[in-house]
Structure formats: C-alpha cells, structure tokens
C-alpha cells in the first residue's frame, strides 16, 4: 500500500505570513531552499520586472525530489503572495515514499491525477472565502479515495502501448499528425541522450523541454511514454527525474520541462518565463523553421518513414526507435 500525506506550503494573499500543514519534512525544506535560491537568480536575471513576471506567471505541476531521500513530492505551484505583497510561491503537495510505490516516478502523474486536478481548483482560487482548515480538510478529502494499488494504471499502459496508434498521439499532442515536431523530438532526444549511454547522468544538468497533450485534459500517458522513450535511448532503467509541467497555460503550448538529475534552482526562471533563451534547458520541438529545414535533410528514409507510417502501435513505435538506435 502506497505511503503518502498531503500537505501545503507558501504564502496566500489572506495570511500576513507563511502558511504550512504536514510542511515540516526535509523534502519540503529542500523544495523551498530550490525556491528561494531560484527567486534570489530570477531578481538578478530580470531586474526591476521580475516581480511583474512572476505574478503573471502560470501555475506548474510538479514532481520533486532530492538524491538520498526516501519521499519524493507531487503537487502543484502557483506564483503568489501574502496579505502584504510580499511574493513568495504557494504549493500543494503529496509527500510519497518511493519504497511504496511500486511504479516508476513518471507514472505518478496518472497515479494521482485526481489529486492534482483537485490542487489546481483550490489554487485557483479555491481557497477564497475560506479558512485554513477547511483547506486541510479538502485535502483530506482529496487523497482519502486515492489508490492504494497501482496495478491498473501499469495494466492501462500496456494496453495504451499495444492498442494507440502512433497517429492519435501525434495528433494529442500536436493537434496535426504531419506537425514537423514529430521529426525534431525524435531527431534531438536521439542526439542528446545516445551520447550519454553507459554513462552516469550525474553531471547532465540539461532540462529537456517536452511537448504534452492538448490543455484542459486529465493526466495521461503521455509523460510514461516520453520517459519509456528517454529509458530505451539511454539503455538505462535508473532515471530518478525532476519534472515541472503544465497543461492548461493560457499563453503556452502544454509542455513538460524534464531533468534526469537535480535541477539547478536558476531553472525557477522557466517557471517564469518559458518563453526565454537559455543553456540551461532546451526545446525538444524548436520553432525555428532552419532547424526543421536542417533535420528534415539529415534524417534517414527509414526513420522518416517510421514517423510517418500513423498505423503503427506506440509500443511498436518505441521499440522501433530503439532498435534504430
């Protein structure tokens, strides 16, 4: 049976100060010393605006953890502030231990997708016009009909890989199944994770930003398929990820922005402003059309026709794509 306690932590524009439930854990403290450290570079980085940009910054899911730790958290972050103006962020959380759940960390999002589609109402403003206990009640309420065995949700992904179709998934995530980024996030991941075979990940600090599912949508299989891609590249089944991602940004295509290790906190500035430049993560899917031109022409006929044949299972796709690598 899966170990977990909800919990919350941040500032509300209600609460002249900090406010914390099941908030005193080392997992906890770490997520706030990553952002306190992240908010400290993003005041350097984007000077006197920084303040306008982080309140009209969007929400993000996240998974978080720590080498070492036996918890790792799932929740969710919004930008907000206290009774004062003070900015600070405020995020839901469940604290999970890995030893419990018997899945892969990048299933946890459909694990507890109802969870995290519950955080989101209350930090959208559910949590106006009401008390701190209620808040914890909620909570409670929330995580009390969650699973305890999470066999389904592994059963539902093998049948995802045998009966989806490579053309439904395309046209999931980018709307078009002859959307040209089907070709630059094979091409790229393949590039940059080949190299890293055999080899520790210790030392690759590179978020890799994914494209997800269209907005508005539960959890799905979606981030369980990109990291079975990212394990067969790799050929390496330890991945212990960090992952932000959202789905319902009014301004962003749904993405996911992914570290294979510890994240630095000046990545806090991708919450920010996903919209900037930086050496510190990469768009699997740029936008820039040279790009597209340059791998369209490097890009072998079988692979071209692997990623064009919609007919094909996405289990069939994935084990194609390894064996190709």
Same mark, same amino acid.
């Given at each position: ?19 914390? &439930? ?17 908010? &400290? ?145 094979? &091409? ?10 055999? &080899? ?126």
């Amino acid at each position: 049976m899966v170990d977990f306690t909800p919990g919350y932590f941040g500032k509300l524009p209600i609460y002249p100060d900090f406010v914390r &439930h099941n908030a005193t854990s080392r997992e906890v403290s770490q997520l706030d010393q990553w952002f306190q450290e992240g908010i &400290h570079f993003a005041k350097s980085r984007l000077g006197q605006g920084w303040a306008d940009d982080f309140r009209k910054a969007e929400s993000y899911n996240f998974l978080f953890q720590q080498e070492g730790s036996e918890h790792y958290l799932l929740g969710i972050y919004t930008p907000s502030r206290d009774q004062s103006g003070r900015l600070y962020p405020f995020f839901i959380f469940l604290r999970i231990s890995k030893r419990s759940f018997d899945l892969p960390l990048y299933f946890a999002p459909v694990c507890f997708s109802p969870f995290l589609a519950g955080s989101y109402e209350i930090i959208q403003g559910g949590w106006e016009g009401t008390d701190l206990k209620s808040i914890v009640s909620r909570l409670e309420q929330m995580s009390a009909p969650l699973l305890k065995d999470f066999n389904p949700i592994k059963e539902g992904y093998l049948r995802y890989l045998k009966e989806q179709n490579i053309l439904s998934l395309w046209r999931n995530i980018f709307n078009d199944f002859e959307h040209t980024g089907k070709y630059l996030i094979t &091409h790229n991941l393949t590039n940059i994770l080949q190299p890293l075979r055999n &080899h520790s990940l210790n030392r690759f600090g590179l978020g890799l930003k994914f494209p997800l599912s269209s907005r508005d949508q539960a959890e799905t299989y979606d981030i369980p398929f990109w990291f079975d891609l990212v394990i067969r590249l790799l050929r390496q089944d330890k991945v212990s990820p960090v992952l932000f991602w959202n789905r319902r940004g009014s301004g962003n295509a749904p993405s996911m922005i992914a570290f294979l290790n510890q994240p630095s906190p000046k990545n806090f500035l991708l919450l920010i402003r996903p919209d900037m430049n930086s050496d510190l993560w990469y768009d699997l899917v740029p936008r820039d059309p040279a790009e597209i031109d340059r791998v369209l022409q490097k890009m072998e006929k079988e692979r071209k026709d692997l990623l064009d044949n919609g007919d094909i299972s996405t289990g069939a796709f994935l084990a194609a794509l390894e064996a190709g690598g």
